[in-house]
């Protein structure tokens, strides 16, 4: 994302220096060109060209102007249609590269999510009953994604064990209680895989069926 932001911010500059380079173009011919159409050597004498019409008015940038001639008119009003299609043009860049940073915005959260490590912390109630991150129901899980068992306390031990194991090996054991990382799971999407047993400190959960993790494919 750092890199797509760093290319944004380089094109933009590159195209910045460019058009107001270009608008100082343009204002320069636009001057040229209105001396040019003004003043007339004739016999070596400057004469003034007769105002045929005389055109005075202010340019969409906020230069006032002073027309002699239709051709000055002319070349002037070509000049400031170009300066307003760079303006129209630079508003598109503006816009493309927007939406070009959302979608690649979008594209990072998405990738994030599927691949960041899901931890799974167990805890065992007063009452003998279990928990895995303070749920006792169903935990959704990124086919992709890798998981992380752990104690949501510190633990001397524990053991997870699935009546069908949606992981590479079963069950998910720590005899020291550190935490454990099963890798992605590797059983099917859209299948729910309950637990058989937890014990926690050596000591066995009550009525863990209804715990398990049930998998889902990427977006």
């Not at 380079?21 to 007339?40: D, H, L, M, N, Y």
């Not at 303070?134 to 086919?143: A, E, H, P, Q, R």
């Not at 306390?153 to 064990?161: H, S």
Request: charged share 20%; hydrophobic share 30%; aromatic share 6%.
């Amino acid at each position: 994302m750092a890199r797509l932001w760093e290319y944004v911010s380089r094109m933009s500059d590159r195209y910045r220096d460019w058009f107001a380079g270009c608008q100082s173009r343009i204002t320069t011919e636009a001057r040229k060109a209105r001396k040019k159409e003004k003043v007339k050597r004739t016999k070596g004498k400057r004469q003034k060209i007769p105002c045929v019409p005389c055109f005075r008015g202010e340019m969409t940038n906020g230069s006032r102007y002073s027309l002699d001639t239709r051709q000055d008119r002319a070349s002037v009003l070509r000049i400031e249609k170009e300066r307003l299609s760079m303006v129209s043009g630079s508003r598109w860049l503006t816009l493309a590269l927007l939406v070009a940073s959302l979608i690649g915005l979008t594209s990072c959260q998405r990738v994030s999510a599927n691949q960041a490590t899901q931890t799974v912390a167990i805890s065992m109630n007063a009452d003998g009953t279990c928990t895995q991150n303070g749920s006792s129901g169903v935990i959704d899980l990124y086919k992709s994604q890798p998981v992380v068992y752990q104690g949501a306390a510190t633990l001397q031990q524990f053991q997870v064990q699935f009546s069908t194991c949606p992981f590479g090996s079963c069950p998910v054991n720590s005899p020291s209680g550190a935490a454990v990382n099963v890798g992605a799971p590797s059983g099917t999407v859209g299948t729910t895989y309950n637990l058989s047993s937890v014990t926690i400190n050596n000591q066995t959960c009550k009525s863990v069926g209804s715990m398990g993790v049930r998998l889902k494919g990427g977006p």
